[in-house]
């Protein structure tokens, strides 16, 4: 297969066939990317593993990175119906990404990255892609080289960020626990966002239960705070951590 070069080319003009709430709503590509400068890009399908394990988690947390880098909007096109992709979403919980339905595959075939995918049940698809698009015009384009099964190599959301700015250093990552309306747990929450360190929240009750947490830390108190790997603590370890001579967060 070979992809078209439509670096310095138009998005494909689209209306896409959207399900907000109870309500249809329909969405240009002019209102995606005119006056704006956007990160699509493209998984093979919603509920994929690749796509839901790495691509699109991996491009909402960096989303405050990218904004930091004058990127308005991070948005996922892929090849499914509307009530999919909104499941899809849910699930994610990525409300840093706006999700957008192909339904009918026209903004991927205008794009020249319709794929057959029969030989897994999924018919057309997307090839797998991300792209850099300034006021509807596109300036990059990262296509994943042309290998069988589902190559995951320069679509992903750190490929995109060095290409945006190359002195870019990742962050460690960071999780919380906590538990519902707990005071020490939002003071937590509340110094990982003034540090701007994007976080994954497991919510006890919800995400897992004091068991675990006993498992895992020892304790049984909420919060318990995890960056780069390394056990913080609670809240109090967390401030003294985040004030100590050598972080460098």
């Known amino acids: 297969m070979a992809f078209n070069d439509m670096v310095a080319q138009k998005v494909p003009s689209v209306t896409f066939h959207t ?72 699930d994610q919980e990525c409300g840093n990404i706006r999700i957008i339905p192909d339904g009918n595959d026209e903004f991927t075939k205008g794009m020249g990255r319709l ?16 792209m850099l698009v300034d006021n509807g015009t596109i300036v990059k384009i990262f296509d994943e080289p042309e290998k069988d099964g589902d190559p995951f190599e320069v679509s992903d959301a750190d490929t995109m960020i060095r290409y945006l700015d190359n002195n870019w250093q990742d962050k460690p990552s960071v999780a919380i626990i906590t538990k519902p309306g707990c005071p020490h747990c939002a003071k937590a929450k509340a ?26 830390t020892g304790r049984e108190t909420a919060p318990q705070v995890f960056i780069g ?19 460098t967060l």
Not at 121 to 130: N, V
Not at 199 to 209: C, M, P, Q, T, V
Not at 229 to 247: K, M, P, R, T, V
């Open 191 to 216: 110094s990982l966002a003034e540090r701007g360190l994007a976080y994954e929240e497991i919510i006890l009750g919800r995400d897992a239960s004091m068991t675990s947490v006993r498992a895992i």
């Open 19 to 90: 399900r907000q709430g109870d309500n249809w709503v329909d969405v240009t590509t002019d209102e995606l990317f005119n006056g704006k400068k956007v990160v699509p890009f493209s998984p093979p399908g919603a509920f994929t593993p690749t796509c839901s394990s790495t691509h699109l988690p991996r491009y909402n947390e960096l989303a405050g990175e990218f904004k930091k880098l004058g990127i308005d909007d991070i948005i996922c096109v892929s090849v499914n119906d509307t009530f999919v992709m909104n499941a899809w979403a849910a």
């Open 115 to 130: 794929v057959g995918k029969e030989n897994l049940g999924f018919g057309p698809r997307s090839w797998r892609y991300s």
């Open 229 to 247: 790997g390394q056990h913080i603590g609670g809240n109090d370890e967390l401030q003294a951590h985040l004030n100590s001579a050598e972080c």
